[in-house]
């Protein structure tokens, strides 16, 4: 799997994961939610929790001190399989949700998150935890910032919505003097060399520090009246930056805080960076569809399939808001055969012969294309499906798509 198709697939099963998370509900508070960093020792995480299970012997309430308890064993039993935690640490939620009736189901789900656990964390109440890892959810995008004016400079990067200051440096310029005749003249000259340097200074510094990213979507200029603009207009940048520039704002500082002034007054238009990767590849399926014989196009589920399986795909179109599974099944009789569903059956009939069959593969439909992709050397691509484009691409192709390598 390619590394882009790789990002997608774990952001996707992250988010959906979550998402199952945040809808369970206890009946008391007895769903337990452990945070564990990277460099907290296992062993230490296994005493905290058995000194939280003879505390919970003084719950009042016997069905939610049992429920507890047993989710603390799981908890223990599942942390009994790791020596260290992951590089990344380790999320573990854990208790009894109501299912029909009187009845509770236990559920656990043990997640690596994409980004480090800071501190350890544990939590028993009538829902999870999810606060910390929500925020992990959004786009971590990286963009360049720079504020300026003639007297000061400042060179950040904006990750998600963390803002990085790298440099900051004043400038050597001259204020406004009072001297006239050719007095002025000469000050007038060393003051726009004096400029020229500190724009070059700043080119440099830019060219030092965001050359040599090329995750970087772009570039954001700020700063208060018309040296942002004279600066880009007279190409002082590094050629590969200057395509990069998105835009100049105006900004009332250039320090640190005229960096976070930058990023507030560009939201808009990191909004539109963010969905013109998803509208330029639903504009190409539609350019290659409006060809008299389809182009390099295919859509709906079973038509894509096939495309992929013949090795023909290049891009996978997927939409976020696929709800889906599918089914690997096998009857008594020797027939197997794969469908969709729109959830996972508890069991199936043969649509063959109508035998009960055994359900051997139950998947989520976007992680079946996943691994069929792989196969193949097919890149992914998820689509937002509350974006203009990921509508369109549920409802006119059924929320799959692809972009061939080749007609089939």
């Known amino acids: ?36 960093p990277p460099s907290k020792m296992i062993f230490d995480v296994m005493a905290y929790l058995r000194s939280e299970y003879s505390q919970s012997s003084n719950i009042k309430s016997k069905s939610t001190m049992k429920n507890v308890q047993g989710a603390i064993d799981s908890i223990m039993a599942r942390l009994r399989t790791y020596k260290f935690p992951p590089p990344r640490g380790l999320v573990i939620f854990c208790g009894e949700v109501p299912k029909a009736g009187d009845q509770t189901r236990m559920v656990q789900h043990v997640l690596e998150p994409p980004e480090a656990v800071t501190t350890f964390y544990y939590r028993c109440d009538s829902q999870f935890y999810t606060e910390p890892l929500m925020g992990m959810l959004q786009d971590k995008k990286t963009y360049g910032l720079i504020t300026m004016d003639r007297s000061e400079a400042t060179l950040g990067i904006l990750t998600g919505s963390k803002v990085v200051v790298i440099k900051n440096f004043d400038s050597m310029v001259p204020r406004k003097h009072r001297q006239g005749g050719q007095s002025a003249q000469r000050f007038e000259r060393l003051i726009e060399l004096a400029a020229h340097e500190f724009f070059k200074k700043i080119a440099d510094n830019a060219t030092e520090v965001f050359l040599d990213k090329p995750e970087m979507m772009g570039l954001l200029i700020g700063g208060p009246g018309a040296t942002k603009d004279y600066f880009i207009k007279e190409g002082y940048l590094h050629h590969e930056l200057q395509k990069k520039v998105v835009d100049t704002f105006d900004t009332g500082y250039t ?93 199936t009939e043969c649509i063959e012969c109508g035998s009960q069959a055994e359900i051997e593969k139950d998947i989520d439909l976007v992680d079946d294309f996943f691994e069929l992709a792989d196969q193949f050397s097919t890149t992914v691509e998820i689509i937002s499906a509350d974006s203009e484009e990921g509508e369109m691409l549920m409802k006119a192709f059924g929320g799959i798509a692809a972009i061939l390598r080749y007609r089939v």
Do not use: W
Request: glycine letters at 8%; a negative charge.
């Open 1 to 36: 799997m390619d590394e882009r198709s790789s990002t997608e697939k774990a952001r996707y099963d992250f988010k959906k994961a979550m998402q199952e998370i945040v809808d369970l509900k206890g009946r008391g508070t007895e769903l337990i939610s452990v945070y564990i």
């Open 255 to 347: 320090d640190e805080y005229g960096l976070r002034e930058l990023v507030e007054n560009a939201r808009s238009a990191i909004v539109d960076i963010e969905l013109m990767h998803e509208k330029e590849l639903i504009q190409k399926l539609l350019t290659e569809i409006r060809n008299s014989d389809g182009g390099l196009s295919a859509y709906g589920e079973e038509v894509v399939r096939g495309a992929t399986l013949a090795g023909a795909a290049d891009v996978l179109l997927l939409s976020e808001g696929l709800n889906k599974r599918r089914i690997y099944v096998k009857c008594p009789n020797g027939h197997r055969y794969q469908c969709t569903t729109p959830s996972s059956p508890d069991r």
